[in-house]
């Protein structure tokens, strides 16, 4: 049983690299709440954590793209001056 529910964790977080930021961030506040509620399962709950794990890696690689393309477009206006 523990193999079935270890593959079904891994399953799941291949989709997250699809995922636009707001859709990540959703997912992650959804996580949170899931596991601040409680009752949850120990298993269950690892896996909730993994996933907000990976979710709050995604929005990170969402931000710091952001970032990326802002200090760029910040460089090109000052060289146009």
Do not use: F, H
């Amino acid at each position: 049983m523990a193999a079935e529910t270890t593959s079904g964790t891994s399953s799941p977080n291949t989709d997250i690299d699809s995922l636009s930021y707001e859709d990540a961030r959703e997912q992650l506040v959804a996580v949170v709440s899931r596991l601040e509620a409680g009752g949850a399962s120990l298993e269950e709950s690892l896996a909730l954590w993994e996933r907000g794990e990976a979710l709050a890696k995604r929005c990170e690689e969402w931000l710091e793209g952001a970032r990326r393309r802002l200090a760029a477009a910040k460089d090109q206006a000052g060289q146009g001056n």
